[in-house]
Protein backbone atom coordinates (compact mmCIF):
# COMPACT_ATOMS: atom_id res chain seq x y z
CA UNK A 1 0.00 0.00 0.00
CA UNK A 2 1.33 3.85 -0.85
CA UNK A 3 0.58 6.70 1.57
CA UNK A 4 0.24 10.50 0.47
CA UNK A 5 2.37 12.69 3.23
CA UNK A 6 2.41 16.23 3.76
CA UNK A 7 5.19 16.42 1.46
CA UNK A 8 5.64 15.89 -1.84
CA UNK A 9 6.41 12.27 -1.15
CA UNK A 10 4.71 9.18 -2.03
CA UNK A 11 6.33 6.63 0.66
CA UNK A 12 5.33 2.51 1.22
CA UNK A 13 3.52 1.92 4.87
CA UNK A 14 2.74 -0.57 6.73
CA UNK A 15 0.14 -1.23 9.72
CA UNK A 16 1.90 -0.58 13.19
CA UNK A 17 1.03 -2.61 16.42
CA UNK A 18 -2.57 -0.54 17.09
CA UNK A 19 -3.78 -0.88 13.40
CA UNK A 20 -2.31 2.31 12.10
CA UNK A 21 -0.07 2.63 8.73
CA UNK A 22 3.04 4.47 9.64
CA UNK A 23 4.72 6.54 7.01
CA UNK A 24 8.54 5.24 6.33
CA UNK A 25 11.64 6.09 3.89
CA UNK A 26 12.22 4.42 0.84
CA UNK A 27 14.19 1.66 3.16
CA UNK A 28 11.53 1.26 5.16
CA UNK A 29 12.72 3.99 8.05
CA UNK A 30 10.32 5.04 10.23
CA UNK A 31 9.34 9.27 9.26
CA UNK A 32 8.83 10.08 13.26
CA UNK A 33 12.41 8.38 14.08
CA UNK A 34 14.18 9.90 10.86
CA UNK A 35 12.65 13.32 12.18
CA UNK A 36 13.77 12.44 15.87
CA UNK A 37 17.17 11.33 14.16
CA UNK A 38 17.83 14.60 12.72
CA UNK A 39 17.11 16.90 15.49
CA UNK A 40 19.17 15.12 17.50
CA UNK A 41 22.21 14.64 15.45
CA UNK A 42 21.94 18.40 14.59
CA UNK A 43 21.97 19.01 18.44
CA UNK A 44 24.76 17.37 19.51
CA UNK A 45 26.95 18.59 16.01
CA UNK A 46 26.77 15.55 14.31
CA UNK A 47 27.43 17.25 10.64
CA UNK A 48 27.94 13.30 8.98
CA UNK A 49 25.02 11.66 10.68
CA UNK A 50 22.58 14.63 10.27
CA UNK A 51 23.57 15.03 6.75
CA UNK A 52 22.78 11.31 5.91
CA UNK A 53 19.41 11.53 8.10
CA UNK A 54 18.72 14.62 6.03
CA UNK A 55 19.28 13.37 2.19
CA UNK A 56 17.77 9.91 2.79
CA UNK A 57 14.72 12.45 3.77
CA UNK A 58 15.08 14.73 0.57
CA UNK A 59 15.70 11.04 -1.40
CA UNK A 60 12.47 9.81 -0.17
CA UNK A 61 10.43 12.90 -1.53
CA UNK A 62 10.61 14.41 1.91
CA UNK A 63 11.86 17.59 0.94
CA UNK A 64 9.14 19.88 1.76
CA UNK A 65 8.94 18.31 5.63
CA UNK A 66 12.54 18.62 5.70
CA UNK A 67 12.58 22.26 4.54
CA UNK A 68 9.93 23.05 7.15
CA UNK A 69 11.41 21.75 10.24
CA UNK A 70 14.47 22.67 9.67
CA UNK A 71 13.77 26.41 11.16
CA UNK A 72 11.92 24.77 13.82
CA UNK A 73 14.73 23.10 14.76
CA UNK A 74 16.86 26.35 14.09
CA UNK A 75 14.36 28.72 16.60
CA UNK A 76 14.39 25.66 19.04
CA UNK A 77 18.09 24.40 19.56
CA UNK A 78 20.17 27.88 17.74
CA UNK A 79 17.51 30.64 18.56
CA UNK A 80 19.61 33.34 20.82
CA UNK A 81 22.90 32.16 20.39
CA UNK A 82 23.18 32.91 16.63
CA UNK A 83 20.17 34.65 15.25
CA UNK A 84 22.11 34.89 12.10
CA UNK A 85 21.84 31.43 11.50
CA UNK A 86 18.29 30.97 12.21
CA UNK A 87 17.94 33.60 9.83
CA UNK A 88 20.31 32.10 6.99
CA UNK A 89 18.60 28.44 7.44
CA UNK A 90 14.86 30.20 6.79
CA UNK A 91 16.12 31.85 4.12
CA UNK A 92 17.45 28.83 2.39
CA UNK A 93 14.48 26.43 3.33
CA UNK A 94 11.83 29.58 1.87
CA UNK A 95 14.16 29.42 -1.46
CA UNK A 96 13.95 25.74 -1.69
CA UNK A 97 10.17 26.00 -1.33
CA UNK A 98 9.99 28.64 -4.10
CA UNK A 99 12.27 26.32 -6.59
CA UNK A 100 10.04 23.71 -5.36
CA UNK A 101 6.66 25.66 -6.58
CA UNK A 102 8.54 26.43 -9.86
CA UNK A 103 8.96 22.84 -10.88
CA UNK A 104 6.92 19.24 -11.44
CA UNK A 105 10.19 17.76 -9.75
CA UNK A 106 11.65 17.78 -6.10
CA UNK A 107 14.78 20.45 -6.51
CA UNK A 108 18.40 19.23 -5.58
CA UNK A 109 18.12 19.21 -1.79
CA UNK A 110 21.95 21.63 -1.94
CA UNK A 111 20.06 24.35 -0.25
CA UNK A 112 18.77 22.15 2.66
CA UNK A 113 22.04 20.17 3.16
CA UNK A 114 23.95 23.66 3.59
CA UNK A 115 20.94 24.67 6.18
CA UNK A 116 21.61 21.20 8.34
CA UNK A 117 25.66 21.86 7.89
CA UNK A 118 25.50 25.49 9.30
CA UNK A 119 22.99 24.60 12.09
CA UNK A 120 25.73 21.58 13.22
CA UNK A 121 28.74 24.01 13.24
CA UNK A 122 26.03 26.64 15.34
CA UNK A 123 26.95 27.60 18.67
CA UNK A 124 23.74 26.15 20.41
CA UNK A 125 21.37 28.00 22.32
CA UNK A 126 17.52 26.97 23.88
CA UNK A 127 16.06 29.75 25.77
CA UNK A 128 13.62 30.43 23.07
CA UNK A 129 12.19 27.22 23.86
CA UNK A 130 12.75 26.83 27.42
CA UNK A 131 10.70 30.47 27.56
CA UNK A 132 7.88 29.37 26.01
CA UNK A 133 7.68 26.28 27.92
CA UNK A 134 7.72 28.65 31.10
CA UNK A 135 5.70 31.25 29.71
CA UNK A 136 2.79 28.57 28.99
CA UNK A 137 2.67 26.93 32.20
CA UNK A 138 2.42 29.84 34.17
CA UNK A 139 -0.47 30.61 32.19
CA UNK A 140 -2.18 27.22 32.46
CA UNK A 141 -1.61 27.40 36.36
CA UNK A 142 -3.14 31.13 36.39
CA UNK A 143 0.01 32.76 37.66
CA UNK A 144 -0.11 35.46 34.94
CA UNK A 145 -2.26 36.02 32.51
CA UNK A 146 -2.73 38.62 28.61
CA UNK A 147 -4.75 40.52 31.09
CA UNK A 148 -2.39 41.00 33.83
CA UNK A 149 0.05 42.39 31.31
CA UNK A 150 -2.20 44.89 30.08
CA UNK A 151 -3.23 45.83 33.15
CA UNK A 152 0.18 46.46 34.17
CA UNK A 153 1.10 48.73 31.56
CA UNK A 154 -2.07 50.69 30.67
CA UNK A 155 -0.97 53.69 30.55
CA UNK A 156 1.72 52.68 27.81
CA UNK A 157 -0.67 49.90 26.25
CA UNK A 158 -3.69 51.61 26.25
CA UNK A 159 -3.29 54.63 23.74
CA UNK A 160 -4.33 56.13 20.08
CA UNK A 161 -4.04 53.10 18.54
CA UNK A 162 -6.97 51.06 20.95
CA UNK A 163 -10.78 51.72 21.22
CA UNK A 164 -10.37 52.80 25.29
CA UNK A 165 -7.00 54.67 24.36
CA UNK A 166 -8.78 56.90 21.82
CA UNK A 167 -11.93 57.21 24.04
CA UNK A 168 -9.78 58.78 26.97
CA UNK A 169 -7.46 60.38 24.66
CA UNK A 170 -11.01 62.70 23.73
CA UNK A 171 -12.11 63.11 27.36
CA UNK A 172 -9.21 64.21 28.04
CA UNK A 173 -8.99 66.76 25.13
CA UNK A 174 -12.53 68.20 25.46
CA UNK A 175 -11.66 68.36 29.46
CA UNK A 176 -8.15 70.86 28.58
CA UNK A 177 -9.47 71.95 25.31
CA UNK A 178 -5.85 70.24 23.75
CA UNK A 179 -6.61 68.74 20.39
CA UNK A 180 -6.66 64.96 20.30
CA UNK A 181 -3.89 64.81 17.35
CA UNK A 182 -1.41 66.56 19.68
CA UNK A 183 -2.10 64.47 22.97
CA UNK A 184 -2.10 61.43 21.00
CA UNK A 185 1.44 62.52 19.69
CA UNK A 186 2.52 63.41 23.36
CA UNK A 187 1.43 60.31 24.77
CA UNK A 188 3.26 58.07 21.93
CA UNK A 189 6.92 60.36 22.48
CA UNK A 190 6.45 60.10 26.41
CA UNK A 191 5.26 56.45 26.74
CA UNK A 192 4.49 54.44 23.54
CA UNK A 193 7.91 55.01 21.54
CA UNK A 194 10.68 54.29 24.68
CA UNK A 195 12.65 51.78 23.42
CA UNK A 196 14.69 49.48 26.00
CA UNK A 197 17.49 49.07 25.29
CA UNK A 198 17.79 51.81 23.29
CA UNK A 199 20.74 52.64 20.46
CA UNK A 200 20.84 55.62 19.66
CA UNK A 201 22.77 55.66 15.74
CA UNK A 202 24.55 58.84 14.94
CA UNK A 203 23.42 60.67 17.34
CA UNK A 204 19.71 60.12 15.93
CA UNK A 205 19.39 63.58 14.48
CA UNK A 206 15.65 62.47 13.93
CA UNK A 207 14.16 61.41 16.70
CA UNK A 208 15.26 64.66 18.85
CA UNK A 209 13.67 66.60 15.54
CA UNK A 210 10.56 64.68 16.24
CA UNK A 211 10.63 65.21 19.81
CA UNK A 212 11.10 69.02 19.34
CA UNK A 213 8.25 69.24 16.94
CA UNK A 214 5.93 68.55 20.57
CA UNK A 215 7.93 70.48 22.70
CA UNK A 216 9.35 67.91 24.23
CA UNK A 217 13.30 66.74 25.39
CA UNK A 218 14.63 63.70 23.58
CA UNK A 219 17.33 63.19 25.83
CA UNK A 220 15.09 64.10 28.95
CA UNK A 221 12.43 61.39 28.37
CA UNK A 222 14.08 58.66 27.55
CA UNK A 223 17.21 59.25 29.96
CA UNK A 224 14.09 58.49 32.87
CA UNK A 225 13.15 55.28 31.06
Not at 35 to 58: N, P, T, Y
Not at 83 to 94: A, K, S, Y
Not at 115 to 135: G, I
Not at 139 to 153: C, L, W
Request: hydrophobic share 40%; proline share 3%; glycine share 8%.
Amino acid sequence: MTEKTGSDAVVSAKEGKKGRFRVQLEDGTLYDETISALQKMIRRGLEEDALFVAIGLVDSGFGLALSRRLPMIASEDIGLASPETVTQVCMLCVTWIALRRESRNQPDGLLLMMAVMLMCRSPKNREVDDASVVVRERMKRGEKTVQDVIAAHEGTVVDSHTDRGKERLRAIAKETGKTYEKLAWLQFYTEGAILSPRVDVNGNPWGHAAYKLFGLDYDEINSNK
